[in-house]
């Protein structure tokens, strides 16, 4: 949803003239809300698989960072690209965990 919103106002400045620093914030939020919504489908996806398939989702993940390791091995130029979505990752785990922490959630 902010994704979107974020969207529409990059949209809206370089439709009309509006200033600089909005344009600016409205590039960076639709641009970093984006790769979260990324981060979260992907992880959402993973879990319903290994929910679906009866699986605990620990394998699930051993797998795709053994994927992570072995394609950044052999093609050295994706490696920034499988860095910032693993930090895109780690940063979705540490608010999701923070969020359960705040408000007491054990799920």
């Known amino acids: 949803m902010a994704t979107l919103i974020f969207g529409l106002l990059w949209s809206i400045c ?3 003239k509006l200033p600089d ?3 600016l914030i409205a590039v960076f ?3 970093g809300f984006g790769l979260m919504a990324v981060a979260e489908f ?3 996806s993973i879990e319903h698989l290994a929910a679906k398939l009866s699986h605990e989702s620990n394998y699930y993940w051993s797998a795709f960072v053994l994927i992570i390791i072995v394609t950044a091995n052999f093609r050295q130029d994706l490696m920034n690209y499988l860095l910032l ?3 895109l990752l780690l940063i ?3 608010m999701v965990g923070s969020v ?3 408000f007491g959630c054990n799920v």
């Open 92 to 94: 979705r785990w540490v």
């Open 29 to 31: 939020g639709t641009i």
């Open 21 to 23: 620093n909005l344009s």
């Open 100 to 102: 359960r922490a705040l």
């Open 42 to 44: 992907f992880v959402q």
């Open 85 to 87: 979505f693993s930090g």
């Open 14 to 16: 370089a439709w009309a």
